[in-house]
């Protein structure tokens, strides 16, 4: 059971290039997340999911695009990359049912992202 | 407007202590509120848990209150060690919602 993986860990790209980033939950979860942090701001959402072929706004999603084709999966787009868009983006995991021990999100370990 | 606020000051105590995070919202009325601990260059792992009608939540040495007429809570751990330093941050659910608020977290360190 590896949880939630992402990759790239770590990528570097220049102004104006593109990225995807991939998620990969195996713990069957319906819904997925995927969240920037900035120093000092904490987690932010781009956006989320709440089942495979859906995709919704978070907080901060421009400059973003999600798709979620299939259930394990959530990938996040940069279409042209900025400097504000240096962080460290983190995707979670969570069970559709609030009932006792379900409420929980499981993040992956992260992509560090630099934008030069 | 909507906020957590969780102090932004790292908090420094001695091993053996009982270390003390506060977590203060505003605008919200949440379902539940969560504790998860972050490492350096890792992801936040969930702690505890605490519903709107739970006064405290104990688990080990980590107890959790929870205000809903102050909007604070409060995060404990009893004997910490140096293995507890660590980022702390607080989340709030919504009834009914997708999403979980985070705060931005407080950086703990326990000196040996």
């Known amino acids: 059971n590896a949880g939630v993986t992402q990759t790239p860990k770590f990528r570097v790209l220049k102004t104006g290039q593109s990225m995807t980033l991939l998620c990969a939950q195996d713990?069957?979860?319906?819904?997925m997340y995927w969240y920037r942090q900035d120093p000092g701001m904490g987690l932010r959402l781009i956006h989320y999911?709440?089942?495979?072929?859906?995709?919704a706004k978070g907080e901060v999603p421009d400059g973003y695009n999600v798709s979620r084709l299939k259930k394990q999966n959530f990938l996040l787009g940069l279409e042209s990359a900025a400097p504000s868009q240096t962080s460290v983006y983190f995707c979670?995991?969570?069970?559709?049912?609030?009932?006792?021990?379900?409420?929980?999100?499981?993040f992956g370990p992260g992509t560090r992202l630099l934008v030069l | 407007s909507q906020k957590i606020e969780q102090n932004s000051e790292a908090l420094n105590i001695q091993e053996g202590k009982t270390a003390t995070l506060t977590c203060n919202y505003t605008?919200?009325?949440?379902?539940?509120l969560q504790w998860y601990r972050q490492d350096p260059g890792r992801g936040p792992v969930f702690l505890l848990l605490?519903?709107?009608?739970?006064k405290e939540k104990r688990k080990e040495r980590l107890k959790v209150t929870f205000d809903t007429t102050l909007k604070q809570s409060l995060f404990h751990i009893t004997a910490s060690q140096p293995a507890d330093s660590a980022t702390y941050l607080c989340?709030?659910?919504?009834?009914?919602?997708?999403?979980?608020?985070f705060g931005a977290g407080t950086r703990l360190f326990v000196k040996a």
């Open positions: 713990m069957n979860h319906e819904y």
């Open positions: 605008n919200y009325s949440p379902a539940y």
């Open positions: 989340a709030l659910d919504m009834t009914g919602g997708f999403k979980t608020i």
């Open positions: 605490i519903r709107e009608n739970e």
């Open positions: 979670a995991s969570r069970e559709v049912k609030r009932t006792s021990g379900k409420e929980t999100q499981y």
């Open positions: 999911s709440v089942g495979e072929g859906t995709t």
